[in-house]
C-alpha cells in the first residue's frame, strides 16, 4: 500500500512540474500572444494595425497537448418594449468586465477596433522545448510562412517570452 501511494504522489509531483513549465507569456511572428497562467487561466490577443481580438478561458493538459476551453464574458443589454416592460439581451463584452449597458451604449461599440473572439484561437496547442504548436490534422505545424508584406519566411510556432 505504501508503495502504491508513493507512486501516485510521485506521477502527481511529475504532471505538476509538467505544468509549471508551460505557464509563461508566448508569442509568434504573426501578432498573436497567449499568457497561460499557473491557475488554469489563459488569455489569447491578436493584434494587427488597428484592430485586433481577444479571448479569455481555461486549459488543460494531456500528456504535452494543452487544451483550450474559453469562457466568454458577456454585457447585458436591457431593451425596453413597447408595453413598458424590459427584456435583457447578452452580448459579447469588448473588455473583460461584465456590466449592464443601455441600447445607446451598445449602439456605440461600433468604434471598438479590439473585440473578444472575432480572431479564430487555438483550441488546442503542443509543448515542446519551451514553443507552442499548432496542430493541423493530427500533425505539427512546422513550416515557416510568409509575413504581411514582406518576402521572409517566419516560422509558425509561439516562443516563449523572457518578461
Partial sequence: ??????ILLQAFSVSLFAQVKIVGRYHDYFGTSIQINGDCTFKYSWHFDMSGSWTKGTWKTKGDTIYFHVVPIYDTVSNKNSDGT????LILSVDETSVRITPAQYAGRGLYSVQQ???????????????????KNGRLIKKKHLRLWTKK???????????
Fill in 86 to 89: 424590459f427584456a435583457d439581451s
Fill in 1 to 6: 500500500m505504501k508503495l502504491l501511494i508513493l
Fill in 117 to 135: 473572439s472575432i480572431f479564430e484561437y487555438p483550441e488546442k496547442l503542443v509543448y515542446k522545448k519551451d514553443r507552442l504548436y499548432l496542430v
Fill in 153 to 163: 519566411k517566419f516560422p509558425p510556432w509561439y516562443i516563449k517570452s523572457n518578461d
